[in-house]
C-alpha cells in the first residue's frame, strides 16, 4: 500500500468517526434519563404527566420562567420541584412570603442530596431517616386516559417506593387514602406550628407551614409528581385538591437552565478528534520524512579476541567473585582429570595425586600445592592472584595434557 493510499484511508476513517460521533449526540437527549423534575421532562424523575393531565383536564396550569420577584396575578399555587440549577434567593423568598401571606400557596419539594436552597435553612429543614420500600399494589383500577399520558418507558412497578399514609386532616389530603413516596430519608423541622400531615411509617412526607392567610407546602423530594408514580395510589387526588385553591404556576426558572442549552459541536466530536489528531501525528512520526540529511549508520566492527577478554575480566572485576572463582579452577580440574584421564571426582586429593604421577609422570606435590592454594584464596583473593591462579592452573593442565 502506497503511502498516499495510507493517508486517505486515514482521513476517510477520521470522517467516519466524526460523523457518528455527531449523530450519536444529536439524539442523546432523547436516550439519556434525566433526573430533573421538570415539566418539559417525559422520563420516569420528570413531571411531564402531572403537567399534561392538569392541562388536559382543564386547570390550566401555567409556567413560571422568570424569577420570584416577578409572581403572575392569576397565581394561587405555585410549585417548585426540587430546584438545583440555580438558587433561590434571600430577596426572592421575601417577596414570595408576602405572596403567601396574602392568602396563596406555595409548594416546594426538597432536593436530595444536592446543595441547600435558603428556603431550607429559613424553615429549619432536616433529613431524617427514611422508610423501607413497600411493595406496589395493583393499579388496573385506574381509567386508560390516565395511565395513557404516564411515559412508555416508565414500569408500572415501584420496588424503590414507599406508602405514605394521611396524619393529619387536611384540604390537601381530601379524597386522600394512601400517597405513593420513595423509600428514602423524610423531612423534619425545628418550628413548632409546622403540621405534619403525611408519612411513611414514622417519616414525614408533607409538611404545611401555616403563613399569614396560606400556607407552604414542603415535600420530601419531588416523588409525588414524578411521571413514575403520578398515577400511583392517591398521588394524582393530592394534586388536584391543590388545583382547586387556583390556577397552578411550576417553577422552571430554577432548574432548566441546563437542559434548555444544546450542547455544542465541538462537546460532541471534540474529544474523538482529539484522539484521531493524536494517531495522526504518530503515523507521521513513523512514515514521515525526516527533516534534514540523514545521518550515515555507525559501521560495525567486530571485537578482536583480547577485547573480549579485557571486558569479561573487568566484569568479573566489578563483581568481586574472585573467591567463588578459585573454588570454580578446582572443581573445573577435577571434571577434567575425569573426563581426559579417567580419574574419579570422587578421590580424596592425596589419591589424585598419586594416579595424575603414575599415569602422566607430573609429580604429585605439583598438584597438592596447586590445590592447597586454591583453597586459601577462597577464602579471600585479590584480583592479581586469582589471575596468577588462574595461569598456574592452565599450565598445569597443559603440562598433563589435558
Not at 29 to 52: D, M, Q, V, W, Y
Request: charged fraction near 25%; glycine fraction near 8%.
Amino acid at each position: 500500500m502506497s503511502r498516499r493510499s495510507l493517508w486517505l484511508g486515514y482521513a476517510l476513517v477520521v470522517c467516519l468517526v466524526a460523523g457518528a460521533a455527531v449523530a450519536l449526540r444529536s439524539d442523546e437527549a432523547g436516550r439519556l434519563e434525566s433526573p430533573i423534575p421538570s415539566i418539559g421532562n417525559a422520563s420516569a424523575a420528570g413531571a411531564k404527566g402531572l403537567f399534561t393531565y392538569l392541562k388536559e383536564s382543564g386547570a390550566d396550569p401555567g409556567v413560571l420562567d422568570t424569577k420570584f420577584t416577578t409572581i403572575p396575578s392569576d397565581a394561587r399555587v405555585i410549585v417548585s420541584l426540587a430546584p438545583t440549577r440555580r438558587f433561590i434567593g434571600v430577596d426572592q423568598w421575601k417577596l414570595l412570603r408576602e405572596w403567601v401571606r396574602r392568602g396563596n400557596t406555595f409548594v416546594y419539594g426538597v432536593p436530595r442530596r444536592t446543595r441547600s436552597q435558603y428556603v431550607e435553612t429559613n424553615l429549619s429543614l432536616k433529613w431524617v431517616f427514611g422508610p423501607r420500600p413497600a411493595p406496589l399494589l395493583d393499579t388496573a383500577s385506574l381509567d386508560d386516559g390516565l395511565r395513557g399520558l404516564l411515559d412508555k418507558r416508565s414500569a408500572q412497578n415501584d420496588p424503590n417506593g414507599a406508602d405514605a399514609l394521611p396524619w393529619l386532616p387536611s384540604p390537601l389530603l381530601a379524597g386522600v387514602k394512601r400517597l405513593r413516596v420513595a423509600a428514602d430519608e423524610g423531612l423534619d423541622t425545628g418550628i413548632s406550628a409546622t403540621r405534619m400531615i403525611a408519612g411513611a411509617e414514622s417519616s414525614p412526607a408533607i409538611l404545611v407551614f401555616p403563613d399569614g392567610a396560606g400556607e407552604v407546602v414542603t415535600l420530601a423530594g419531588a416523588d409525588l409528581a414524578e411521571n413514575r408514580r403520578i398515577a400511583v395510589a392517591d398521588n394524582l387526588v393530592f394534586w388536584l385538591n391543590l388545583a382547586a385553591r387556583g390556577r397552578v404556576y411550576f417553577d422552571e426558572y430554577h432548574h432548566l437552565e441546563l437542559t434548555s442549552q444544546s450542547p455544542g459541536l465541538f462537546a460532541a466530536i471534540g474529544p474523538t478528534l482529539l484522539q484521531l489528531l493524536l494517531g495522526a501525528l504518530v503515523l507521521s512520526l513513523a512514515l514521515g520524512r525526516r527533516l534534514g540529511k540523514a545521518r550515515p549508520l555507525a559501521a560495525a566492527r567486530r571485537r578482536s579476541q583480547g577485547e573480549y577478554v579485557t571486558q569479561l575480566a573487568q566484569l568479573y572485576g566489578a563483581a568481586r567473585l574472585e573467591a567463588q572463582l578459585c573454588e570454580e579452577l578446582q572443581a573445573s580440574l577435577r571434571r577434567t582429570l575425569f573426563e581426559r584421564l579417567g580419574v574419579s571426582a570422587a578421590l580424596d586429593d592425596l589419591e589424585v595425586a598419586r594416579r595424575l604421577e603414575q599415569r602422566t609422570g607430573v609429580q604429585a606435590d605439583r598438584y597438592l600445592a596447586l590445590v592447597r592454594r586454591a583453597r586459601e584464596l577462597s577464602h579471600a583473593a585479590t584480583r592479581g592472584e586469582f589471575a596468577l591462579l588462574c595461569r598456574d592452573f592452565a599450565l598445569f593442565e597443559r603440562e598433563i595434557g589435558c
